[in-house]
């Protein structure tokens, strides 16, 4: 899923993201290109941008590898940062205090909408 839009959002169903899966996309943000992912965790939907607190990597190895083994955090594949699903915040790992960025996300009956951050 890599379909970028000119308007900076970017849309899917929500049924394309059940619950303990995520979505990748990239947003066009302020001339500048943006990677992001969606998530369902236990049926709520949250977007961060996909960069690792820590220096900044994406967080999957292989794409849409974002949870843990057990599907309850994100990790990060390059130094094992967990990350809380529903607040982005880094609870364990080399960024502990710190989060993920998150992203604009609204829901418009059964498409889901993310937008770019606010400048
Ligand atoms: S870059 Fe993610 S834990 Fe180091």
């Known amino acids: 899923m890599w379909p970028m839009t000119a308007s900076g959002e970017w849309r899917c169903a929500a049924t394309d993201v059940p619950p ?6 990239r947003l066009e943000c ?10 369902n965790h236990d049926g709520r939907y949250h977007a961060y941008v996909n960069r690792c607190a820590h220096v900044g990597t994406p967080l999957d190895l ?3 590898e974002f949870f843990t083994e057990d599907g309850r955090a994100l990790i990060c594949a390059t130094h094992g940062a967990i990350y809380e699903p529903a607040t982005g915040l880094c609870t364990e790992g080399p960024c502990v205090g710190d989060a ?7 829901r418009d009956g059964d498409t889901l909408i993310v937008a770019c951050p606010p400048a």
Not at 20 to 25: P, S, Y
Not at 30 to 39: D, M
Request: hydrophobic residues 40%.
């Open 100 to 106: 993920l960025d998150p992203l604009p996300l609204r």
């Open 30 to 39: 302020a001339g500048r290109t943006l990677e992001g992912f969606i998530v």
């Open 20 to 25: 303990g899966r995520t979505a990748k996309f």
């Open 62 to 64: 292989w794409p849409n």
